[in-house]
């Protein structure tokens, strides 16, 4: 399983776009990225998957370079509600569980 | 996306006794269930992999017989806290597979006096 690096905390304002970079210089081929968000005493929730370039929903971007070996999640104008952990997996989706890493825990200030 | 629920949300027990979670899938069938474990400012810790109508398969370090993992249907896989002790207490989550997809349900607190 490809392992994962993240910033341990970040902190941001309200209305700022967030930029959460990811290593996993060891990623394999079949191999997808997923995010996820936590939110304290509760269960972790999807926010974007991606293989590679751009994957952009309603409420994140994902860009992924060439070499697949780093991901940056985008979350655009942050509010206060979006204080949580987010966490980077990389795996072959549908294999096996997924495997968490440390994630980064993002605090928004008003 | 598809709804997973965990029930009870939060329990307490004494120690000694056995305790168990219910995890299910709501709105589809979930041949594969999983459950994690996750201590205060932790990260989730994947415990078992439960599939319908065959053993769990735990991760190293996990007791089986300590957590015993039932999964009878495709919508309702259980998992049992037997002779808990304070170390016990965590925040269990269950997570079932659909397709290439995880979703997770939102949590056990299991807090052991």
């Known amino acids: 399983l490809a392992k994962t690096t993240q910033p341990i905390s970040m902190d941001s304002y309200e209305g700022q776009e967030v930029n959460i970079t990811c290593s996993h210089n060891n990623i394999a081929t079949n191999d997808y990225i997923t995010w996820y968000q936590q939110f304290p005493s509760q269960g972790p929730r999807f926010i974007i998957q991606?293989?590679?370039t751009k994957v952009t929903n309603e409420v994140a971007s994902l860009f992924i370079p060439a070499d697949r070996k780093s991901s940056t999640l985008s979350l655009p104008r942050v509010s206060l509600s979006d204080t949580a952990v987010y966490y980077c997996l990389v795996g072959e989706t549908g294999r096996r569980a997924l495997t968490f890493g440390s994630g980064t825990r993002l605090q928004v200030q008003p | 996306g598809a709804v997973v629920s965990q029930h009870p949300s939060r329990v307490i027990c004494k120690s000694g006794t056995s305790v168990k979670i219910e995890c299910r899938s709501l709105?589809?069938?979930?041949?594969?269930m999983f459950w994690y474990r996750q201590f205060p400012k932790k990260s989730l810790m994947l415990m078992a992999t439960s599939n319908e109508g065959s053993k769990a398969t735990y991760e190293q370090g996990v007791e089986k017989d300590k957590f015993l993992i039932n999964h009878a249907s495709l919508t309702l896989s259980t998992l049992t806290v037997t002779s808990a002790h304070p170390e016990d207490s965590s925040f269990y989550i269950c997570?079932?597979?659909?397709?290439?997809?995880?979703?997770f349900g939102p949590g056990t607190r299991l807090t052991v006096t």
């Open positions: 997570s079932a597979r659909v397709q290439s997809e995880q979703y």
């Open positions: 991606g293989y590679k």
């Open positions: 709105d589809f069938q979930a041949t594969t």
